[in-house]
């Protein structure tokens, strides 16, 4: 069955980093645009990066610069290195997959950036 699970979450302080890890299976993994999303409390879900099959990124404007998304094809892995890190930068970041029209998640990792 289809699996997304994050890792790589914890506690920094303003302008650390972090650097996110979401491994895939169950998927052709190199054929999916993958997906980072994130929930900050009380906020609804907010989409954060994307990376296609040929690996052309696209980031909201609240991370471009900061963050870099990557994807390792043979790891079945997606990645969110994150740099110079806000305390709005806090919250819950989701792994998201396309999967024959569904939309799949990961359970989330925490990320949470002290001023």
């Known amino acids: 069955q289809v699996q997304l699970v994050e890792s790589g979450g914890g506690l920094v302080q303003a302008g650390g980093s972090l650097r996110l890890s979401c491994a895939a299976s169950g998927i052709i993994f190199s054929g999916k645009t993958m997906k980072w999303y994130r929930q900050a409390p009380r906020k609804e879900r907010e989409w954060v990066a994307q990376?296609?099959?040929?690996?052309?990124?696209d980031y909201a404007d609240s991370v471009k610069g900061r963050f870099t998304i990557s994807r390792d094809n043979a790891k079945n892995t997606v990645y969110l290195q994150m740099n110079s890190l806000k305390p709005d930068d806090t919250g819950v970041y989701y792994c998201?997959?396309?999967?024959?029209?569904?939309?799949?998640w990961g359970q989330g990792t925490q990320v949470t950036v002290s001023s």
């Open positions: 998201n997959a396309n999967v024959f029209g569904v939309s799949r």
């Open positions: 990376i296609t099959s040929s690996s052309v990124t």
